[in-house]
Nanobody, 116 residues
Framework: QVQLLESGGGLVQPGGSLNLSCKYS????????MAWYRQAPGKERDLVAK???????NYANSLKDRFTISRDNVKNTMYLHMTSLNAEDTALYYC??????????WGQGTQVTVSS
C-alpha cells in the first residue's frame, strides 16, 4: 500500500503562483510513476503532469509552460509548482502513484481556487 497526502492548496489571485506538495509513504520503493491530476467542478479528472522513476516528466500540453513537477526521494515528497494561474486552473488537485505491480493510489485532493 502507498499513502499519499496532498497539501499546499488555497486561494490565489489570477496571475499568482502556488506550490503543491504530495507526501508519500508506505511501499514507496514499488512506485514507478507519480503524477498530478485535477478535476474541476462538473468535469472529468485530467492529467496535469507525471514524473517517472528515472526523473523524466510529461505534461499536459496546455500546462507545460506554466507548471513544473518534481520529486524529492529523500523527503518522499512530490511537488507541483504552478505559475500564472487563472480561473481555469481552479480545481481539486490529486496526487497519484502507480506501482510496479499495477496498483494505483490516489490522495484525497487539495483544492486550488484562482479568484480575485
Amino acid at each position: 500500500q502507498v499513502q499519499l497526502l496532498e497539501s499546499g492548496g488555497g486561494l490565489v489571485q489570477p496571475g499568482g503562483s502556488l506550490n503543491l506538495s504530495c507526501k508519500y509513504s508506505g511501499a514507496i520503493n514499488s512506485i514507478n510513476v507519480m503524477a498530478w491530476y485535477r478535476q474541476a467542478p462538473g468535469k472529468e479528472r485530467d492529467l496535469v503532469a507525471k514524473i517517472f522513476d528515472n526523473g523524466s516528466t510529461n505534461y499536459a500540453n496546455s500546462l507545460k509552460d506554466r507548471f513544473t513537477i518534481s520529486r524529492d526521494n529523500v523527503k518522499n515528497t512530490m511537488y507541483l509548482h504552478m505559475t500564472s494561474l487563472n480561473a481555469e486552473d481552479t480545481a481539486l488537485y490529486y496526487c497519484y502513484a502507480l506501482t510496479a505491480w499495477g496498483q494505483r493510489f490516489w490522495g484525497q485532493g487539495t483544492q486550488v481556487t484562482v479568484s480575485s
